[in-house]
């Protein structure tokens, strides 16, 4: 039952997440791929694995997942979905480094990783993000 719920809110952030995507800027030449192309790709490709997690939480009757026991675990569960959302929301309307460093510090935190190690990683990471889809990849994600 938890894989059926799991993967029907996790659809429902992709669909999210590829309807926001069509906002973002269209690419300059049609050689390149706009800065909606990855997201929707990635949306796409869990879509069809959280299709294939219903499948078998259909069939099967055990469970990868339960709901019985981890109280704290659900909080963490429904925080990080609750900012995945608002990411997807606010992403494309403030600067990529500064909305995916508090993105990713924030989900640092919330598993346990010390502030002195979760913010300078959080930082360090969305530049890198950010410079390997503007510089190598022609992807121009809003800076």
């Known amino acids: 039952m938890a894989e059926i719920l799991i993967g029907i809110v996790i659809i429902a952030i992709s669909l999210a997440a590829i309807i926001n995507a069509q906002s973002f800027p269209k690419p300059l030449t049609s ?32 469970s990868y997942f339960s709901f019985k026991s981890d109280k704290k675990g659900y909080a963490v569960m429904a925080i990080t979905i609750a900012l995945t959302a608002i990411y997807i929301l606010l992403f494309g309307k403030m600067h990529f480094i500064i909305l995916t460093s508090v993105y990713i510090g924030i989900l640092a935190l919330l598993f346990g ?25 022609n992807v121009l994600l809003n800076g």
């Open 31 to 62: 050689e390149v791929p706009g800065s909606a192309f990855f997201p929707t790709v990635i949306a796409v490709a869990l879509i069809v694995a959280c299709l294939a997690l219903i499948y078998k939480g259909i069939r099967e009757k055990n």
């Open 113 to 137: 990783i010390k502030w002195q190690k979760a913010i300078p990683s959080a930082v360090v990471s969305a530049t890198v993000v950010y410079l390997v889809f503007n510089r190598l990849l």
